[in-house]
């Protein structure tokens, strides 16, 4: 069997041995304490392990909520909602929950993880009693704004955002980079 597409990645002459179709159920859940070690995706996010560690405690203290996308058991998909203002993120009127960190595995995005993690967040934040969502999102960062703008959100700024995490080799990393905050209200 020849592939006939280029949507795969893969060259159009690589050999095929077999193909199957694959569903499955994916649950937006919290965080749990066995999703820990799952949640550098076998080294992919490695940087971020003491900010994922840093986010998880923040869960168990009832300071934000960490949200998983469940597929038989693995965290697929990812994010953070926040209920105290990051500290790159313009004041407001107290009434917002902030929406970052939203990732989701590779192979398994644009099937609906990300819009159903953001979905979800926004859910927690209502029950919260929050009125609005607020995240940044990178500039360049074009298909997070596409999907960012399906969901509602309309950018209300721009900014550049300065913010700092220790990476795999301990050594802190400062990012500043042009973001948009983007807002939705729910
Ligand atoms: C941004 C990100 C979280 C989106 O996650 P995702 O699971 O791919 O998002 P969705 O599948 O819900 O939506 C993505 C696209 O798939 C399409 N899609 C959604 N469900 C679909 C389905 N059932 N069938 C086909 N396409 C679908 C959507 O129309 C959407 O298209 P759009 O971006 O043109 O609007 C993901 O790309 C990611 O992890 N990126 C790297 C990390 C990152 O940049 N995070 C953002 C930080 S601000």
Redesign the pocket.
Known sequence: MRNQTKESGRSDDVAIHGEITISGKVTIRDVEPDDLRHLTWFGALDDFRDTIQKNYRAHQQGRLRYLIADLQGFPV?QTVVAFERPADMPPDDGAAAYL???????P???????????RAAEQVARERGCQRVR????TV?T??L?????LGYRAIGQVVSEWSYTDAHGRLQKINEPVFVMERAI
């Open positions: 998909g970052y960190a939203i990732r989701v595995l590779a398994l995005r644009s099937v609906g993880i990300g819009t159903a993690l953001a995240l940044t999102v990178q960062n298909s997070a596409a999907l960012y703008e399906r």
